[in-house]
């Protein structure tokens, strides 16, 4: 019998923060309009060019650079839909982007894992994202699913093997961030019109959508637009992202590489626009500084992070949702850092109402799996859902009655509504801990014996036979057509 | 190493300007509907079930000025109309000065001034690495830190002087006056202490006008949950007071023990509690300088033992603050102190690291505290570093975007252009100075970032060898331990 999959949890703020007046609002989008319309951006594709060009934008062929007028760009945006729903595979984890919840995902694409019981660091393998993807689907604090690493074992078809991986073992919406060419796109559109049944309930209730990146500063990648478009096309969610890195390929003021990335996010998105006019699309801002003695890319520094709920406030001022940065420290293993650099932001972005942000699980930067963080992730995710939400100040709450039965120099253990309310205390699932010798266990071994639990217990409500078939097919013909 | 000191003329290092959180970003929790109930309740309990003060002066003010007291129980129950006209006396902005006035603390809604845990009663010996009790040269050492921190606003005693037994209390305002040039707040009862601890504050004030001017000093005093205030603390708050030296009370209700089991009821109580002394003294030194405060834990619902950090901790650190405003009073509130029993550890960041962001929203006064693990009782010499970390994150993350021709770099981006890269501008050069903050975690050696709970050991025992603030003046030291010795003398 496999139990169900919990119900989500994502966090609702009580409450709104706005980091940004309306005039650093404007003053931003006037910068990206002004580097839209006299820098432009370089697409090294002539038939994106041509599609840019048809709608109205400056296309300089020979330099493959794109400049937008400010009004084109304006009506563009326009028309991108302020909110849309992200369909589970059932429809109980339905993700409706409206500023209400903030979903939070997996983290990607990590290419390293490290085994819990040799310790040494391995290649990820498909086997990793379709354990991890039971394992996100056991944790109410996860909304969606990244895959989480990459399937290393297939490399020339990766992006669908990792779709097949997690489809099977997640009923939760699953967001692809490896998926950039045209090419693979359109396996991966097949892939999700099998899991929701047909082309309209793609559209409806798209159970895929997809992140693109774009190349810092100022130029997309020619496949990974074609890519964007074939999604858009089939009514799959299209978010655009920017790590614009302050001081190597962004200015290093941060105000400078937030304009700059969000000229590329949106050069991308009206790119969307124009060819299929209220497509569903998303904004995200992911900006990293330089270590200005090694060169080399930070995330999550002191100063740097505000950028990334910088970046929510920007994308509601193009009236668009938001994928946040949030989780995805630089720390190399479990420990102090990565909860000093993950608790601010994530409570930052549930303030400022962030519709969805990546993402749990992964170290060193994004790119090493250490099973047992995503458990010690979703519990520090609790506590900021739980704190977010607010005073419960009802009578029962208030408890004044309780307060003079015991009165002065009481106390309140034999009091009924003591018994309730302990029941309800919500305390950290890791933390606490005691072996039978009363020792502390720490979290760490918590969160590994849980992810052990997991994997042994928890088994998601499986795709029907047929399903399962057509997907193996879908990707056996895209291993036969690229070589793997 | 990981320090810088400014160097001076003088034979001692310069204390750095404070970095208090300031943020214009406001996030009221709260709505005013739920102040309005939860001060309602507060009224209600204080007028039907009342508070007990175990101390006749305190009885008689209250008596004398209309609040219903039965001297058998000694509770006392206050008229509603009797509390309002109490508090509109208490001042809603005041200085707490420092040693030294570039120090001064002008308290103001939305610029937070925090300070050291406390007050803990074990610490990890830097020499030897082990645990064991705490003395007055520990409080002394970490003085000279949060002398050192530009995070810390004032200090508190952080770690009792135990090997100070009677008058360990005033031996830790000794140490810190002795080490530091900041504000102190210490935690004085009963009359005679608080007594000595006047004269003490007196001799570092100069004078008794200027220490009711410039208060160097402001004590706090805790209640007893529930509904019971502490004659020790009622004796000190009163003789404080009258000398004009900032009184707070504090309440630390625990949720299912000696509060209800709902973090608004223990609001109550401990709200209740904590404006019953300050009616108190609005009574009998109308004008006194006030604050309030709310710290709630929780007893661990199997084994009855008191735990610091449930799910729903942030909520404590801004609703006790949004409460204390709405009473038209400066807020102490309530930040840090992990319940991991080692500092540097996934929990002992996990449980703290929201803290100082929620609580810099709701905009506190005054907050507490960094440095000690273990539930506020044992200090690790890197955990102030570490609590330092995230309190900067904070700090960073509330501070106004710069947002200008500058910081847009609009002739910048220009002239790089798409696919091209920053590395060679002289935009790059003059802001990467400040694009990256340095952390803990970013210390570098050959190329690699260092363990960042290494650096913050580090980073502490440079402090420790290295800063050695303003030292009081001599005839100020002499006079300080003058009193201490009369004191001894006195109190055993």
């Not at chain 1, 599609?51 to 296309?59: N, P």
């Not at chain 2, 810390?152 to 830790?172: K, N, P, Y």
Request: contains cysteine; negative net charge; glycine residues 8%.
């Amino acid at each position: 019998m496999a139990p169900v999959t919990p119900a989500l949890a994502p966090i609702r703020s009580a409450r709104r923060l706005r980091l940004l007046d309306d005039g650093q609002l404007a003053d931003l989008r006037a910068a990206t309009l002004e580097i839209l319309a006299t820098i432009g951006v370089h697409v090294p594709s002539a038939r994106v060019l041509g599609l840019y060009e048809e709608h109205g934008a400056r296309v300089d062929h020979a330099g493959g650079i794109v400049r937008f007028p400010p009004e084109l760009v304006l009506a563009a945006m326009a028309r991108a839909p302020r909110t849309y729903t992200l369909g589970g595979r059932t429809p109980d984890f339905d993700l409706l982007l409206d500023g209400s919840a903030f979903y939070v995902g997996t983290d990607g694409c990590g290419i390293r894992v490290m085994d819990p019981v040799t310790g040494a660091v391995r290649p990820s393998t498909v086997a990793d994202v379709a354990d991890m993807a039971r394992v996100a689907d056991a944790l109410p604090a996860l909304g969606f699913y990244w895959p989480i690493v990459s399937a290393g074992d297939h490399p020339a078809t990766a992006p669908v093997h990792e779709l097949l991986a997690s489809y099977s073992n997640t009923v939760k919406h699953v967001q692809s961030e490896t998926v950039v060419d045209p090419v693979m796109a359109r396996h991966a559109v097949e892939m999700a019109r099998v899991i929701g049944g047909s082309d309209e309930a793609v559209r409806a209730r798209p159970p895929l959508s997809s992140l693109i990146c774009a190349i810092s500063p100022l130029a997309q990648d020619a496949e990974a637009l074609e890519a964007a478009l074939v999604f858009a096309a089939a009514g799959v969610p299209v978010g655009i992202m920017s790590m614009a890195n302050c001081g190597t390929t962004g200015p290093a003021a941060i105000a400078g590489s937030l304009a700059q990335g969000d000229a590329e996010i949106i050069a991308a998105l009206v790119l969307v626009q124009l060819v299929h006019p209220g497509a569903p699309v998303f904004h995200s801002m992911m900006p990293g500084v330089m270590d200005p003695r090694t060169g080399g890319y930070v995330s999550t520094s002191i100063s740097g992070e505000v950028a990334y709920a910088a970046g929510v406030e920007i994308a509601h001022h193009w009236g668009v949702p938001t994928l946040a940065g949030v989780f995805g420290t630089d720390a190399p293993e479990p420990g102090w850092q990565v909860a000093a650099e993950s608790a601010v932001n994530l409570t930052l972005c549930g303030l400022l109402g962030a519709e969805t942000g990546s993402g749990m699980g992964l170290l060193d930067a994004c790119t090493v799996l250490h099973r047992e963080q995503i458990v010690l992730d979703a519990d520090l995710h609790e506590r900021v859902r739980v704190n977010l939400a607010g005073l419960d100040t009802s009578p029962g709450a208030l408890a004044v009655d309780v307060i003079r039965e015991v009165g002065p120099r009481g106390h309140f253990l034999y009091q009924p509504h003591t018994r309730e309310g302990m029941r309800r205390m919500r305390f950290s699932s890791v933390a606490g801990r005691r072996a039978p010798d009363g020792s502390p266990v720490p979290p760490l071994e918590v969160a590994r014996a849980e992810v052990a639990r997991l994997l042994r217990d928890h088994h998601p409500e499986p795709l029907d036979d047929a399903q399962a078939v057509e997907l193996g097919r879908i990707v056996a013909a895209a291993d036969r057509r690229l070589g793997a | 190493m990981t320090g810088t000191i400014e160097t001076t003329t003088e034979a001692f290092s310069r204390t750095p300007p404070l970095e208090p959180i300031r943020t214009s970003r406001r996030v009221r929790f709260l709505e005013d509907e739920q102040l309005d109930r939860l001060q309602d309740a507060t009224l209600h309990v204080l007028e039907t079930v009342g508070v007990r003060f175990p101390n006749q002066r305190s009885l008689e003010i209250l008596g004398d000025h209309g609040a219903q007291v039965d001297p058998a129980t000694q509770i006392v129950k206050f008229p509603r109309d009797l509390v309002m006209s109490a508090m509109a006396k208490a001042p809603r902005t005041f200085t707490m000065a420092a040693r030294n006035p570039d120090f001064d603390l002008d308290l103001e809604e939305g610029t937070s001034y925090f300070t050291l845990d406390g007050c803990g009663v074990a610490v990890i010996d830097p020499d030897t690495g082990l645990e064991r009790a705490s003395r007055k040269e520990d409080l002394a050492r970490q003085a000279r830190v949060a002398d050192y921190l530009p995070s810390i606003g004032f200090v508190w005693a952080t770690i009792s002087a135990q090997d100070h037994v009677r008058t360990s209390q005033l031996h830790e305002i000794d140490a810190a006056y002795n080490n530091s040039v900041k504000h102190f707040q210490g935690m004085v009862m009963g009359d005679e202490a608080a007594r000595f601890a006047v004269e003490m504050a007196t001799v570092v004030a100069g004078s008794r006008e200027t220490l009711r001017e410039r208060p160097v000093f402001s004590n706090l005093i805790c209640s007893i949950a529930p509904l019971a205030q502490d004659h020790a603390g009622l004796e000190s708050a009163l003789v404080m007071a009258e000398a004009g030296i900032p009184v707070g009370f504090l309440s630390m209700p625990t949720l299912g023990t000696t509060a209800p089991s709902t973090s608004a009821g223990a609001f109550i109580v401990g709200d209740a509690e904590v404006i019953s002394g300050i009616v108190l003294l609005q009574l009998a030194y109308p004008g006194a300088p006030v604050f309030h405060s709310i710290m709630k834990a929780h007893a661990d619902p199997r084994t009855g033992t008191y735990v610091g950090y449930s799910l729903d901790s942030g909520v404590a650190r801004y609703a006790p603050v949004e409460m204390a405003h709405h009473w038209g009073v400066p807020s102490m509130g309530a930040c840090f102190g992990t319940d991991s029993p080692s500092a540097g550890t996934w929990l002992s960041a996990a449980d703290i690291a929201l803290d100082p962001l929620l609580g810099g929203l709701a905009g506190p006064e005054l907050v507490t505290g960094m440095g000690l693990s273990r539930t506020y009782t044992l200090m690790y010499p890197e955990g102030i570093f570490l609590d330092n970390e995230l309190y900067e994150r904070a700090r960073y993350s509330l501070m106004a975007l710069d947002i200008n021709d500058e910081t847009l770099a609009l002739d910048v981006i220009a002239s790089v252009g798409p696919g091209g890269h920053y590395l060679a501008e002289e935009h790059t050069r003059k802001h990467m100075r400040y694009a990256l903050k340095r952390g803990l975690e970013h210390d570098l050696v050959s190329g690699r970032y260092r363990d960042p709970i290494e650096v913050a050991r580090e980073k502490a025992a440079w402090v420790r060898a290295n800063h050695h603030p303003e030292p009081l003046e001599a005839v100020k030291q002499a006079e300080l331990t003058r009193i201490l010795e009369a004191a001894r003398a006195a109190l055993g």
